[in-house]
């Protein structure tokens, strides 16, 4: 049936092995802006979007992709299933993306997607990349070898877009079968014509090509219609057995055919590599991927984006902090005639959410790093020498991926871990996958290290103590991983392939992209989940109202010292604050986070985020935001940070020392203290139950991790 024979829209998956570009021309086909990165594994679930030309409307699947048409990951599996039509939307034309710096290992698949007879066309991608080589492909040749149209393009350049929407319009009305010889070894083709004799004299009609599929490939779909039928299965095992006996590699014949066929269609359309590049190559990778060297330049690497986040923000977020602070005054002398209304927008809106806005320019600069680092190719060299870091603890180099996404946020991360090869590694990287620092904890670990590290050793620690924290998660994680491994899973060390991307300059819509997307969901959940819960925390610090008369005795029987300590304001603030019912919640559970070093508003200000990380720092606002500072023109974050330094136990001792400020961070890094990464946790794992062993795990071990750092500091100190 021709394709405009359908009702309804005509559906296009987007094929092709992993990093060849298929995101790109989903994104250029549809007008999307899903992520794209320069290493394997970026998408792992199916997108679809929507594309009309001339009148005809397209739905767009774009799939995770794939080495073979036999799945070994979760998310091949989904590639698969899309491609053999098992869900809600089948595809009418497969676009195959090629990458053209690679032809040769993209063929395999191809030959593999061939045999589906499935209409299709070739977007062949990177010749800009193949051009600066002074290389071409010789496309019409290339389409007659093939049977199907080639169209060459440049997606995030537009290059060919409006070529390949043509020949994809033309497909609906004649569309073309891949039609392939790949030159089966005699002995092969003989046993399956004799195997499709023996299925006709039975009445059951098999082709040659599904005759060869059962003898060469032990998981063939044909084979599973017969394995009950033990007269036909007999004849399979038979002509399996007479290739097997005949053919000295019978097991790899289907595969070195695939390879042998690919690498005769590259010499026929392609000239050779150009070796000088590929000795340029190598010569970097040999520095990159070496086992010290290699290892010595990632941390290098690592410390200069976590020095520079620090270093470079800073005056951003002075501008925003300062324009915060007079924002509040502004608003706050407005609304001095209603004390209540006044009280409600400064101390808990703005005071919330200003308290996190000003750490965006921290977070634009770190998403800007990874995306320049995932357009360059670079990390999955950092893939590869991780994979020499966790493969003895049970995981390997594929799980580098999800971890690194989850430095951005725990719920892509876990549903990365789909690349992974089998059930047990893939729970495995979800299960760790939270305990990297994703940018919600940023704020945290910039405002105590402002407060405590910056002003005692200067800025140069301060950066360092940035880049340390964000490691204190895959340090615990990698142990953490054994002994779930040797425990629980009792799996073994899997093997590891990567495929290395050619280096590449960064495309800047991907890296504005990847930016603008990270800074939209930060900006919009400041504007929603910390607007709600600094109202609802306000409200619990404003009520019930304290005796001030009370307060005001209290503070003229302190003693001298700790009068001259605190003004009085200050103090019936304080004790206003501890009778509240927030603070009569935190004081009831203030012994338990005391060997931490935390008092009730800390233990206050941690609880208060479980729902989200990013509610911690508009608490920590609120809750230590209304002491006075020196210096009339500070800015929101300096006056917390000023009221955090100047806030004491009630005997009068120091509450933030740098002991507890690490504790407190450390508690932070550790603990699981995000819904939607648990929502996800169950969602990818099919089970609540892996999710609150999650929470479970990572909350002991972030109180106990805490309060090791507090008391084994505290001692050291004195």
């Known amino acids: ?126 010749t800009d990349v193949l051009a600066r080589d002074k290389r071409e492909v010789d496309t019409i040749k290339l389409a007659s070898m093939l049977g199907v149209p080639v169209v060459p393009v440049v997606p995030h350049k537009g290059t060919g877009l409006a070529d390949l929407q043509e020949a994809i319009f033309r497909a609906v009305d004649d569309p073309d079968v891949p039609s392939i010889d790949l030159g089966f070894p005699q002995v092969v083709m003989d046993a399956a014509d004799g195997l499709v004799e023996t299925f006709g004299l039975s009445g059951v009609e098999l082709t040659r090509k599904e005759a060869r599929c059962v003898i060469l490939e032990e998981h063939c779909s044909t084979y599973a219609r017969f394995r009950e039928q033990a007269e036909l299965k007999q004849a399979i095992d038979d002509a399996r057995t007479a290739v097997l006996g005949a053919h000295a590699k019978g097991k790899t014949v289907d595969a070195q055919a695939r390879y042998a066929w690919a690498g005769r269609i590259r010499r026929e359309v392609v000239a050779d590599r150009d070796t000088m590049r590929r000795s340029w190559s190598d010569k970097l990778d040999s520095w990159l991927t070496h086992r010290f060297f290699g290892l010595a330049i990632f941390l290098g690497t690592m410390y200069l984006v976590f020095q520079s986040i620090y270093t470079f923000a800073k005056p951003l977020m002075d501008i ?31 005071k919330g959410v200003g308290a996190v806005l000003v750490f965006l320019p921290q977070i634009i600069i770190l998403f800007l790093f990874i995306a320049l680092l995932e357009g360059t190719g670079y990390l999955a060299r950092a893939a590869f020498l991780m994979d020499r870091l966790l493969g003895w603890c049970g995981l390997n180099g594929r799980a580098f991926i999800p971890l690194l996404s989850s430095f951005a946020c725990a719920v892509p991360g876990i549903m990365a871990a789909r690349v992974m090869p089998d059930q047990r590694s893939r729970l495995l990287t979800a299960l760790v996958a939270p305990l990297m620092s994703c940018s919600a904890r940023l704020p945290v670990y910039v405002l105590m290290i402002g407060a405590i590290v910056q002003p005692k050793f200067g800025q140069a620690w301060a950066g360092f103590a940035l880049f340390a924290m964000h490691f204190v998660g895959l340090a615990v994680a990698i142990p953490t991983v054994w002994v779930l491994n040797k425990g629980v899973f009792k799996g073994r060390r899997l093997p590891f392939m990567l495929e ?33 819960m600094s109202v609802a925390m306000w409200a619990l610090l404003e009520f019930p109202k304290g005796d001030k008369a009370a307060y005001a005795a209290e503070y003229a029987k302190l003693p001298e010292v700790r009068r001259q300590a605190v003004t009085e304001d200050n103090y019936l603030a304080e004790r206003q604050r501890e009778d509240s019912a927030l603070g009569r919640f935190g004081r009831s559970l203030e012994p338990a986070f005391r060997p931490a070093g935390f008092d009730w508003r800390m233990t206050t200000a941690i609880l208060a985020a479980f729902p989200a990380r990013e509610v911690v720092v508009p608490a920590i606002g609120i809750l230590f935001g209304q002491g006075e500072t020196d210096g009339g023109d500070a ?67 972030a109180y106990v991790a805490a309060v090791a750092t507090n008391f084994v500091g505290t001692i050291v100190s004195r």
Do not use: H
């Open 320 to 350: 925003i902090d300062v324009g915060v602070g007079w924002v509040s005054d502004l608003v706050g002398k407005a609304l001095a005639p209603w004390p209540m209304v006044e009280s409600l927008v400064v101390g808990g809106i703005l």
């Open 500 to 532: 290395l991307p050619r280096y590449q300059r960064p495309k800047l819509r991907d890296v504005w992209l990847t930016v603008s997307s990270r800074v939209k969901v930060f900006v919009k959940t400041a504007g929603t989940i910390i607007v709600v």
């Open 1 to 126: 049936m021709l394709l405009s024979q359908r009702t309804g829209a005509v559906t296009v998956a987007l094929v092709g092995n992993p990093n060849a570009g298929k995101t790109s021309v989903f994104n250029a086909l549809t007008g999307s802006k899903q992520k794209t990165g320069n290493y394997p594994g970026v998408t792992v679930e199916r997108v679809t979007g929507k594309m009309k030309v001339e009148g005809t409307e397209f739905l767009v699947i774009d799939v995770p992709g794939l080495y073979s048409v036999e799945p070994v990951s979760v998310d091949e599996q989904m590639a698969t299933n899309v491609l053999r039509g098992e869900g809600p939307d089948v595809p009418d034309l497969l676009v195959y993306v090629m990458d053209a710096t690679n032809i040769e290992r993209n063929l395999y698949l191809f030959s593999q997607i061939a045999e589906t007879d499935k209409p299709a066309i070739v977007a062949l991608t990177m």
């Open 635 to 701: 800015g929101a974050r300096q006056t917390l940070q000023d009221s955090m330094v100047k806030a004491t136990w009630p005997d009068g001792r120091p509450l933030l020392t740098p002991w507890s400020a690490v504790a407190f961070m450390i508690f932070f890094a550790l603990c699981s203290q995000c819904m939607a990464t648990l929502a996800t946790i169950t969602r990818e794992t099919g089970s609540w139950k892996w999710a609150a062993f999650a929470f479970t795990y990572m909350t002991v071990l």
